[in-house]
């Protein structure tokens, strides 16, 4: 492309979307992410970005979602998505970060620049996809996304709003036809129908029943999921709660990230002792399951139980078949329970690897197994099958013998029902529930599989949370110096102590995580941690208060 077509990048930015802030933004574990008003030259420059990935690939189509996942309603973000549904690949973070940043005066070299960097043919045809959450941000960023597309003359197509995980499905679709149709209803026919079909001949039995309670954080999913609701005949009795009414705010008290935190119910939910609900987050890509107890105590069933679950499950279906050769592994991050990995490894005897907090950390590191299993303890996972893994199961289905046909017939239903491209709290909400109906369990059941080490999560606000860096995924500092001896030190006088820091990818705190014996020992070892964290690492507003 000659230098005089690229003089509309430079038109765009100054008619439109002009660099009104010097704020730096980086492109982080989840994109960018910041508030909603310092966005528009950002997802501008995104969709230039998005139309020179398509043409690296060969014109394969690349997703923009517009979305601040849990994040509060004035924020806002926007991501890339890969051909395969996957992450933007970590080597273009930095070219992202660096397109996001540069003036408006110097956009046009930088665009010619990153061009000739990554050897772009700008003769190809491009293809972006493009989505959208509910916030009311969210269709001026997503046009701007579709100008900055059009800037470079690629071929933008709006999905609307969506969830985010829907857009990875779109993604992978467009760019793979057997894995399904690029759209709403294709998502739903594979997704959903996979399900109804499993339903239709798996009776309820034992200590489940088919009542669920949902809370939809007032965003997306919740959305998504009453259209679901009427499709389903029956075979799930969904109560919906924050679907976006009665003036109920996105992700404000409520929703997976609420009851993750805080160990406490969201809003606007009617609760009954033992009754199960599931609450997803505001673009539906995570989801967490807990229940209220007879005491009023809430009692959570996170992504590491939801891993717990799904992967015992698909590694019974694999014994059914006669295919246990095939490698079933959990992949968790430092964030896990601990009680969770010693059950995984001593009573289910999976491999499990803990990679950096980050999910396409996780997913490349499942890519490498012919069944790989990862959750985040916030909820955000899925399951990946490898190509082995899905010819074996259907040789079995055609070739075995009665009882193999019949469980290789779930597992086929199963991997319909999985969104691999990305976690998926619709996806994996179907999952839980065919999980938890075959192995005729209620929610009660399932928490008794072990006992959790009673742990915090702390945020902590820093002058600059880059101070902070690790490394063995994310278990060890690497700086500032001196932070983790002192850490070493403090977890050393706690049974079953574990603690560590990281920089988050989302937000510009430094998250503080422990574990221990008892709640006292690890609100003592949090607030520990967290004072060492200050002192080291230049911490802002009020001190960590040290419990007596």
């Not at 491009?126 to 001026?140: C, I, L, N, W």
């Not at 939809?216 to 679907?243: C, P, Q, S």
């Not at 980050?358 to 990862?374: F, I, P, R, S, T």
Request: glycine fraction near 8%.
């Amino acid at each position: 492309m000659p230098p005089s077509s690229l003089r509309v990048v430079y038109a765009f930015a100054r008619e439109m979307y002009p660099k009104t802030t010097d704020v730096f933004i980086q492109y982080g574990t989840a994109g960018f992410r910041t508030k909603a008003n310092l966005l528009e030259h950002v997802v501008y420059r995104m969709g230039l970005l998005a139309v020179i990935r398509s043409r690296v690939k060969n014109g394969r189509t690349i997703g923009i979602m517009i979305t601040a996942s849990h994040n509060l309603e004035p924020d806002n973000g926007v991501k890339l998505v890969d051909p395969d549904g996957e992450m933007l690949d970590g080597s273009w973070e930095e070219i992202a970060t660096r397109m996001a940043n540069v003036s408006d005066t110097e956009l046009e070299a930088t665009t010619a620049d990153v061009i000739r960097q990554v050897g772009a043919d700008m003769a190809l045809k491009a293809s972006v996809y493009v989505g959208m959450d509910t916030r009311y941000t969210s269709p001026r960023l997503a046009s701007a996304a579709v100008h900055g597309a059009m800037a470079l003359k690629g071929t933008p197509k709006e999905f609307g709003i969506v969830t985010t995980p829907m857009l990875h499905f779109f993604v992978k679709c467009r760019n793979d036809e057997t894995y399904g149709t690029p759209s709403e209803e294709g998502y739903y026919q594979k997704i959903v129908g996979a399900f109804k079909r499993l339903r239709a001949r798996m009776p309820v039995a034992g200590e489940y029943n088919n009542t669920l309670y949902v809370d939809g954080a007032n965003g997306v999913g919740g959305k998504k999921l009453n259209i679901i609701k009427k499709t389903l005949d029956g075979e799930l009795d969904l109560h919906m709660f924050n679907t976006g009414g009665n003036g109920g705010k996105l992700n404000l008290n409520c929703g997976a990230d609420h009851v993750k935190s805080t160990q406490t119910a969201p809003v606007g939910v009617e609760h009954v002792p033992w009754q199960r609900v599931a609450s997803l987050d505001g673009d539906g890509d995570r989801i967490v399951y807990y229940y209220i107890d007879d005491k009023n105590k809430l009692n959570l069933l996170d992504g590491d139980r939801i891993a717990t679950l799904l992967a015992s499950y698909v590694n019974q279906l694999l014994k059914e078949i006669g295919a246990s050769d095939l490698s079933v592994a959990l992949v968790q991050t430092a964030y896990a329970n601990g009680a969770s990995t010693k059950y995984i490894t001593e009573q289910l005897k999976m491999p499990v690897t803990c990679v950096s907090t980050g999910v396409k950390h996780l997913h490349h590191e499942a890519l490498k197994y012919d069944v790989g299993v990862y959750f985040e303890a916030n909820g955000h996972g899925t399951v990946v099958y490898s190509g082995k893994t899905k010819e074996a199961v259907r040789k079995i289905f055609e070739e075995g013998d009665q009882e193999q046909r019949k469980a290789a017939s779930i597992l086929l239903d199963i991997i319909d029902m999985t969104n691999e491209t990305v976690g998926d709290a619709l996806s994996d909400l179907f999952l839980v529930e065919t999980a938890l109906c075959a192995r005729g369990i209620n929610t009660k059941q399932w928490m008794q599989l072990y006992d959790d080490l009673p742990c915090q999560l702390m945020k902590l606000s820093v002058k600059d949370r880059n101070v902070v860096t690790t490394a063995d995924a994310d278990q060890q500092s690497t700086s500032p110096e001196g932070l983790q001896s002192r850490i070493d030190e403090l977890v050393a006088n706690i049974p079953s102590g574990r603690s560590f820091v990281r920089a988050s990818g989302t937000e510009d705190v430094v998250r503080v995580y422990a574990e221990a014996d008892t709640q006292e020992n690890v609100q003592k070892l949090a607030a520990q941690v967290a004072q060492a964290v200050y002192d080291l690492a230049g911490g802002v507003g009020t001190r960590p208060t040290l419990p007596e």
